[in-house]
Nanobody, 123 residues
Framework: QQQLMESGGGSAQAGGSLKLACRGT???????AAWFRQAPGKERQRVAQ??????TQYADSVKGRFSISVADTDTLYLQMNALTPDDEATYSC???????????????????WGQGTQVAVSS
């Protein structure tokens, strides 16, 4: 099973920014890639997703602050701006191939996962 390789986690102050990266293979138009996060004691949340055509969707809690993108067919990014302590969590990237859109993809459909990277936000 291909493992996605994440980087870019760390600490930031409230109002600051961090950029996460996830190395993998994002080729063609039939894939859905997403960023998830999970804080201690909370359920996993899908915060952003992008399909092979470049269509993106965001959770309401991050809309306008986070941006998901794919560069050079091998890196998935999550730019996180205006961070708040509520954004503190373990962030993971995930990928499923063979789908034209993320709209109907459920969490169980994601086949490839990253190992997770910690994001801490201090107030």
């Amino acid at each position: 099973q291909q493992q996605l390789m994440e980087s870019g986690g760390g600490s930031a102050q409230a109002g600051g920014s961090l950029k996460l990266a996830c190395r993998g293979t994002y080729i063609g138009r039939r894939f859905c890639a997403a960023w998830f996060r999970q804080a201690p004691g909370k359920e996993r949340q899908r915060v952003a997703q992008i399909d092979g055509s470049g269509n993106t969707q965001y959770a309401d809690s991050v809309k306008g602050r986070f941006s998901i993108s794919v560069a050079d067919t091998d890196t998935l990014y999550l730019q996180m701006n205006a961070l708040t302590p509520d954004d503190e969590a373990t962030y993971s990237c995930a990928l499923v191939r063979g789908v034209g859109s993320c709209v109907r993809v459920v969490d169980a459909d994601f086949y490839f996962w990253g190992q997770g990277t910690q994001v801490a936000v201090s107030s």
